[in-house]
């Protein structure tokens, strides 16, 4: 269950999205509750289709647009140019509680980021609406990311909503993607580690 803290930054991030006209979808820990996997989290993850070579534009809006929606960002410190795309950090205040919650936005040029904003479903949240990673699509983010905290987030995906899963899909961006965690396969056909010595 999402704070109601989380709730009203997520709610803001959208509404700040949809006002520069942006396509995006919830992943990360946040998205997690709608595929029946709840733990705590104290950001929010959005990812953000844009085309490459447009990415900085599109941050300097989206920057002006959650700003007004009450979230701190810093020039110079919020932004770091990643491989497929660019990673925006804002900072939503809670004033009596002295923190705040960070947003996370990933500008993204790769096509599976892409795809999984194509596929995102919009989800009813506290009275309102936003688009939301499919399962297989947020276990494959999942995996990419490949902490630990991230692979533990795929297995437990893979176990919740094993009946559902699209393994087909998963197994084809898997392979484009060259991913060598596929938490979706019955244990008994994971391959075994080297034998011990």
Not at 15 to 44: N, Q, Y
Not at 47 to 67: F, M, P, Q, S, T
Not at 130 to 158: F, H, M, N, Q, Y
Request: proline share 6%; aromatic share 6%.
């Amino acid at each position: 269950m999402l704070s109601e803290h989380l709730l009203e930054a997520l709610r803001l991030a959208a509404e700040a999205l949809a006002g520069v006209g942006a396509k995006f979808a919830l992943i990360g820990g946040a998205a997690m509750p709608a595929w029946r996997h709840d733990r705590s989290t104290r950001d929010v993850d959005i990812v953000v289709v844009v085309e490459a070579g447009r990415e900085a534009a599109l941050a300097e809006r989206i920057a002006h647009a959650v700003r007004e929606r009450g979230f701190a960002h810093h020039a110079g410190a919020d932004r770091r140019r990643l491989e497929e795309g660019l990673l925006l950090h804002a900072w939503y205040p809670l004033r009596p509680q002295a923190i705040s919650l960070r947003l996370d936005l990933f500008l993204a040029t790769d096509a599976h980021r892409a795809e999984t904003i194509r596929r995102a479903r919009p989800r009813r949240m506290d009275g309102f609406e936003v688009p939301v990673s499919t399962c297989e699509d947020l276990i494959l983010l999942k995996c990419r990311a490949a902490r630990p905290i991230d692979l533990a987030d795929a297995r437990a995906l893979s176990e919740l909503n094993a009946e559902r899963l699209d393994r087909g899909y998963l197994e084809r961006w898997a392979d484009l993607l060259g991913l060598a965690e596929r938490p979706w396969r019955p244990a008994s056909t994971i391959p075994a580690g080297p034998p011990p010595a």
